[in-house]
């Protein structure tokens, strides 16, 4: 073994191995994966990511899980599977590309056209879409790779066809004109995840794409409509005043006593010939502005709904590039920030505007484009979510699908039980086209069909499945009909909704859909709860009439050490490998060049990294990596990750291999194993006790796997393994196999096959979390007859209290005991001076049952001391003379030897300046509190900090004095 850890050393073969191997294959040791298992089935696919780049400290959160979870049900003896896929991230990845071309060739899509620039997108998806395999095998996800799907395979890409046909067939899918949220820069409707709610305090300037100058947001502009046939006004404010040029009416609440007049009345627009009436609505709110709200229901969704209540007007004053339309000179064809300037000039030339403040408000920005996110009416094509959202709310409300943690059902039950209809078109060329048709009759006469109507729309698997339908539907013969396939392509969400069984080949009835669905389990970050997991369950119960999992986790999501989201601009996305190969921070920088950002993000960016990762990332190893983040997994709770904090763990796996290396020296290269269920009958007291922690810490890491408690399972290992395996068994076995006690005792070999026990099956349990260090690690050591013919730690059984049922709690209480006396022992050797002097030691205790367990463990008291030897005293015993004291509890009082071993009167020479420096400090702080006007003009933080500073000096003090009364007495 080499002398010392390293992760390039140990991680740099295991994983290809495994993978020829099929170890995480279910068929692995069975005929086929229908063959029954008494010991159930596990199967869990992986959230797709996306294709358009490389995972961050998110992802590793997500696999790091999941793969913990997958090793440990496969090492308990179940057939399972992780299914691994990626996501072709519709949006992004067009975005992505779309920069790429213009970046190297100055070319737009729409210069290549649609058929050129999708095959640019699979060119790209060819050269960089398997990095995201290589992160996920380097952090070792034990996948089944032979089942890798892409969500454009031909094969997922037919279970997205069958499914629209049949939910369109249903009526569930259906085409409606509506307000949609739209990305002026992407031409596109984009999904409510893809919107970040932008909050401003007040007034804000914000850079928008294709402007020069920063936009003003933030503010609430007051203007006058003028009452038709009267000088009175009615005011009303708006954040957006360039809308005003849609309005099509006022709004007022019915018991407002100011409006009531007004109803039925109208206002005249003051840019064009329209009347806008003033209607009676109880949305409107009466104590905000002025009570009375304009009403533009092209452009507000919830002035939408209000104009749709009172029928009035829709105007659409917006085009797809963000240009006015529909509007008189001189705003005709302006961009519609530019329009909003000019919009307010008019207002005020005309003597209507009123005021302007500022306004605490959230903006919608492209979280792709960065663009602001207008409402536009658009025909789209929609799901209806209804009675899909009730059935699966009443799954978890009965218990057949359980969200945990539970506290997420109360989000669950909020979002299904007021659902809206889901909008699934994107006006894209990446994705999965629509396959509906738009029919267009020849007949004489026949009026032109509307293209938001869903009466004019046929769905087909293939264009003549679709012309026969259409036939059939007007009752005309096929050659007078003439279809026209939609150019949009389908929501991401869509295809991912169908995950679970599209890549098993639904809609055909294949073995693997027979066998893995529903899964056991989905696991994934509770950000999209709703736009991933409840879309999955609506659509496995209506297409398979099956939930497609029992269970949801929801791990917490991964934030910087500040606590601030992962953002690229602010230079806190990391990759996972450079944490576990490590880079300098001029790596880092040199990253970000060629990522996405734009010049002024990558100075941003940059700086963040310098604060951040002032010496680069040290290099940690994917186990270091994988077992901090399980270890910060707690349920419920956002994680603020210090990257730098990943190196403890690294320190934790050192302290693995030198364990080992003193283990497989001390096992000689002729040990037997004897059965793990047998015992020598020659194991003392610490072997037993080692044995009962042993079986205590696999108890707890089998009901945390279970419970999807990982702090629990990494504090149980990292406990047994250093503080009760390294830091005491270890160092109780070294007199035992030193020179002065022969090897071929009955003590020395049942220790042996207590330290193989220990070492084997604490191998085992760490394996889910660590499997590199873990692997390498067992590879070495000598097999059990019952182990011999399984090859790799990752098949073999996770240690369970039916194998290890050596639990002893009373011995465990006594040296639990020993241990806090050896504590103390060893803290007062440190206050001392004596860490490399053998001081002799006592314990008097007033508990004759303490005294006999401890007289009982002397031996390993003092090992663990460096003790040579330790008397322990009853309560009728007096006190030892010339010793320092520690008391250890109520019972007992840990006496340690200074007279004979230190020169005490150096010692009180050593100490009587130190007690005057810190009376002098204690002095000074009394007087500098004690002041007149201390009180009132110190600030209470450094009223608090003296306050501190006195007790911290007082408790010195009279450590001090005790300390040279002690050694005066003993003079």
């Not at 995840?193 to 007051?222: C, N, Q």
């Not at 059935?391 to 039950?413: N, Q």
């Not at 909008?423 to 007949?443: D, K, T």
């Not at 921070?585 to 700086?607: C, F, S, T, W, Y």
Request: glycine share 6%; hydrophobic share 40%.
């Amino acid at each position: 073994m080499p002398d010392s850890y390293s992760p390039r050393y140990v991680e740099a073969a295991w994983y290809s191995w495994w993978e020829k191997m099929g170890f995480f294959k279910p068929e692995y040791n069975r005929s086929s994966v229908s063959e029954h298992n008494p010991k159930g089935i596990f199967m869990m696919c992986i959230p797709p990511p996306n294709v358009t780049g490389s995972l961050h400290l998110g992802h590793a959160l997500t696999n790091a899980v999941e793969d913990s979870l997958t090793r440990w049900n496969r090492m308990c003896g179940k057939t399972t599977l992780w299914n691994p896929g990626c996501d072709h991230a519709g949006i992004a990845t067009q975005v992505v590309v779309e920069k790429k071309i213009w970046r190297e060739n100055g070319l737009t899509r729409h210069d290549i056209g649609r058929e050129a620039f999708v095959q640019e997108i699979w060119k790209w998806k060819e050269q960089k879409g398997d990095r995201i395999y290589h992160q996920l095998r380097m952090l070792g996800s034990s996948l089944d790779w032979d089942r890798a799907c892409f969500t454009m395979d031909p094969r997922l890409s037919r279970s997205v066809q069958e499914a629209f046909v049949r939910l369109h067939d249903l009526g569930i899918i259906y085409r409606s004109r509506r307000l949609v949220n739209w990305s002026c820069r992407l031409n596109s409707a984009i999904s409510d995840i893809e919107v970040d709610k932008k909050e401003l305090a007040g007034r804000t300037m914000l850079s928008v794409p294709g402007y020069s100058e920063k936009v003003e947001f933030g503010v609430l502009v007051s203007f006058a409509y003028q009452v038709e046939g009267s000088d009175e006004e009615v005011i009303v404010a708006t954040t957006r005043v360039e809308t005003m040029l849609g309005d099509t009416g006022v709004a007022v609440h019915p018991d407002d006593p100011r409006y009531q007049h007004l109803h039925g009345k109208f206002v005249l627009h003051p840019f064009c010939q329209r009347r806008l009436p003033v209607v009676s609505d109880s949305f409107v709110d009466i104590s905000f502005g002025t009570g009375a709200v304009k009403i533009t229901p092209g452009h507000d969704h919830n002035d939408f709904e209000c104009g749709q209540r009172h029928q009035l007007h829709v105007v659409t004053i917006l085009d797809n590039n963000g240009c006015l339309i529909n509007v008189p000179p001189p705003y005709l064809g302006m961009k519609r920030f530019d329009g909003r300037k000019a919009v307010l000039a008019a207002l005020k030339d005309r003597g209507l505007f009123r005021e302007v403040k500022d306004n605490p408000m959230v903006v919608p920005v492209c979280s792709r484009s960065k663009d602001i996110v207008e409402p536009l009416l658009k025909p789209q094509w929609y799901v209806r979510c209804t009675e899909m959202g009730k059935e699966a709310a009443d799954t978890v409300r009965s218990g057949r699908l359980r969200l945990i943690p539970e506290t997420f059902t109360k989000t669950w039950f909020s979002w299904l039980d007021n659902i809206r209809d889901w909008c699934i078109s994107r006006q894209l060329w990446w994705g999965h086209r629509i396959p509906a048709y738009f029919v267009s009759v020849s007949e004489p006469g026949s009026p032109p069909g509307d293209d938001a109507d869903d009466a004019y729309w046929v769905s087909g698997r293939t264009q003549e499945e679709a012309l026969e339908k259409a036939a059939k539907k007007f009752g005309l013969p096929a050659s007078s009909i003439t279809l026209q396939q939609d150019a949009d392509v389908l929501d991401t969400w869509f295809s991912s909704a169908l995950f679970p069984f599209s890549i098993f080949g639904w809609p055909d009835e294949t073995e693997d859909l027979k066998v893995f669905y529903p899964g056991t389990l989905l696991e994934t970050g509770h950000d999209i709860l709703f736009f991933w997991v409840a879309r999955m369950v609506m659509l496995g119960l209506v297409l398979l009439k099956d939930l497609p999992f029992k269970e949801v986790y929801l791990h917490a999501i991964v934030r910087d050490a500040h606590g601030r989201k992962m953002s690229k601009s602010l230079g806190n996305v990391i990759d996972p490998l450079n944490v576990v190969h490590g880079i300098s921070l001029e790596g880092l920088h040199a990253q970000l060049i060629d990522g996405n950002l734009d010049a002024v993000e990558v100075e941003r960016a940059k700086q963040g990294q310098k604060v951040d990762y002032p010496d680069g990332i040290p290099e940690c190893g994917t186990d270091a990596l994988r077992f901090a983040l399980c270890a910060y997994t707690a349920q419920g709770r956002d994680i603020n990750l210090d990257v730098n904090r990943i190196l403890g763990y690294r320190h934790f796996c050192n302290k693995l291999w030198n364990a080992a290396k003193f283990s497989l020296r001390v096992l000689g290269s002729d040990f037997q194993p004897i059965p793990s269920s047998q015992l020598c009958g020659a194991e003392s007291d610490i072997d037993i006790w080692i044995r009962s922690r042993l079986s205590l810490t696999a108890q707890t890491c089998n009901s945390a796997f279970s419970a999807y408690d990982f702090p629990s399972a990494t504090s149980a290992i990292y406990s047994f393994w250093l503080y009760d395996l390294c830091d005491v068994y270890l160092e109780c076995l070294k007199p035992i196999f030193s020179s002065k006690c022969p090897e071929s005792s009955e003590a020395a070999t049942a220790a042996r096959q207590t330290l193989y026990t220990c070492f084997d099956a604490g191998l085992r349990l760490l394996a889910p979390i660590m499997p590199y260090i873990s692997e390498e690690l067992y590879q070495r050591l000598p097999r059990r007859q019952s182990s011999s013919n399984l090859p790799s730690i990752s098949v073999v059984s996770y240690p369970d209290g039916q194998e290890l049922c050596w639990r002893n709690e009373e011995l465990e209480r006594e040296v639990a005991y020993a241990l806090t006396v050896v504590r103390a022992a060893r803290s007062l050797r440190n206050d001392y001076g004596l860490v490399k002097t053998k001081a002799l030691l006592s314990v008097r205790c007033e508990d004759q049952a303490v005294v006999s367990n401890l007289t009982r463990l002397a031996s390993h008291v003092c090992t663990l001391t460096l003790a040579p030897s330790l008397t322990v005293l009853g309560q009728a015993s007096q006190p030892p003379q010339g010793c320092a004291v520690a008391i250890v509890d109520d019972q007992s009082s840990v006496y340690l030897q200074l007279k004979g071993v230190l020169d005490l009167t150096k010692e009180v020479a050593k100490l009587v300046p130190q007690r005057d420096q810190v009376a002098k400090t204690l002095e000074r702080l009394i007087q500098r509190r004690s002041g007149p006007e201390y009180s009132s003009k110190v600030p209470l933080h450094v009223q608090q900090n003296d306050a501190d500073k006195v007790k911290q000096s007082e408790m010195e003090l009279q450590k001090i004095n005790a300390a040279i009364a002690n050694f005066e007495t003993m003079l």
